[in-house]
């Protein structure tokens, strides 16, 4: 099978590629492993698809840190407000949420998904799914991507494969595999999103107890990281939006696991340690003779309240009244700065997001063409960047995807020869 383009993987990166791609009516084929598109799309956002977030192209290269250098050039080019606009000017509906989260107004990922598939079949795109590619290689002047079913000819290839996080989506780190062989560097692929192991075995008692804003310090030599949002405990540790983005900042220490590294929570962000230890005091002069485990549980779920009593050596049925002043002291300390030590991450499967892929120096970041391989691009997670939650990684999917895709048929075009 002869194409001009060939994008293996149609994840969100893909399937952008593919529509910038098909628009100047170039032969296009996408190369799926999965029987269906999107399988990764589906889950973001525990279902609701977080599909970017609201700002401009300087605040989303900001959030990516030292690899937001390589994506500005993507970012103004298919920068937040036009992916909204792309969305909506094919019948979808968004909402932006206090904290410049967007999801569809329906809350359905599918929504999404089915939008970027209606598009690039109207434009004529070839998809292959259960095809899973074997081996990409140099070839005549192009590219032979080899599948066991059939062999495929194409003049550009991009790789938008993802990373090795969700493997039971299909991200099993393939597109490393095919930059390695056409000469590509890779850099050891890390979770860069994953929910974070503690010391403490209690917090297994309290699974599942989530609270919706809590501020998380960390010190680590002379960084002092901060981060605030929901929080999950669970099995092992703690998880949830603030401790995913924890761990992305912690994500080489904690890959080195040289040292453990103590997390102090706040629990009430909301109130500064005075002004909750006001609040707390004025609960007990309001109600002296309720448990203590009760009046906590006012300001932290239940559960959690008898593991702070159990903490602090107090006696959960005590009259609150009976409290003295250095319990209550202590109390308001656990609750405002409760210590938990990390000591690394789930594995890298139950990660969001993988940090490490195809190294970003042998990219041009104006067209996401190999600088090793003309004709050959990249789109999305196989490449070595990483941002926070809330919409910035699926972004950053659609930026370098739609770049990729434009970028493959201008070389394309560029280099056939002209019409007699």
Known sequence: MKTGICIIGAGPAGLMAAIYAARA??????????????????????????????????????????????????????PPHDVMEFFHARWL???????????????????????????????????????????????????????????????????????????????????????????????????????????E??????????????????????RRITVIG???????????????????????????????IVARIDMVAQLDEPGFDRQLQESIQAHPKRAVANVLAEFVPRQLSHVLCDLARCDCDLQVGQLKAEMRRCLVALIKALPL????????????????????????P??????????LFFAGEVIDVDGPCGGYNLQMCWSTGALAGHSATHSLLSASPPAP
């Not at 279902?47 to 993507?74: D, M, P, Y």
């Not at 002047?141 to 993802?162: L, M, N, R, W, Y």
């Not at 075995?201 to 002379?222: E, F």
Request: glycine residues 12%; hydrophobic residues 40%.
């Open 25 to 78: 009516a170039v032969p296009t084929t996408i190369v799926e492993a999965n029987a269906k598109p999107g399988r990764k799309l589906l889950l973001t956002g525990g279902g609701r698809c977080n599909f970017t977030h609201v700002g401009g192209a300087g605040e989303i290269t900001q959030a990516f840190g030292k690899t937001g250098r390589f994506l500005r050039h993507s970012l103004h080019e298919l």
């Open 93 to 199: 509906t968004s909402m932006v949420e206090p904290d410049g989260c967007v999801f569809p107004a329906g809350n359905k990922a599918a929504d999404v998904l089915d939008i970027l598939m209606r598009e690039a079949e109207t434009l004529g795109v070839t998809f292959l799914f259960g095809m899973p590619v074997t081996e990409v290689r140099a070839h005549d002047g192009g590219f032979a991507i080899h599948t066991k079913e059939q062999p495929i000819s194409a003049t550009c290839v991009v790789i938008a494969t993802g990373g090795v996080t969700w493997p039971q989506t299909g991200s099993t780190g393939d597109g490393y595999r095919f930059a390695a062989q056409l000469g590509h560097t890779i850099i050891p692929p890390k979770p860069a999103l994953a929910p974070l192991v503690t010391r």
């Open 201 to 222: 075995s209690w917090v297994g008692d309290l699974a599942g107890i989530s609270l919706p804003l809590v501020k998380m310090h960390v010190t680590v030599g002379k």
């Open 230 to 260: 929901p929080m999950l405990f669970t099995q092992a540790g703690i998880g949830g939006p603030a401790v995913l983005d924890l761990s992305r900042l912690l994500a080489d220490e904690l890959s080195e696991g040289k040292h453990d």
């Open 341 to 364: 030590t990390i000591t690394g991450t789930e594995p890298i499967a139950k990660a969001t997001v993988t940090r490490g892929g195809v190294s970003t120096k042998e990219i041009e």
């Open 366 to 375: 104006q067209t996401m063409q190999s600088l090793l391989r003309p004709g």
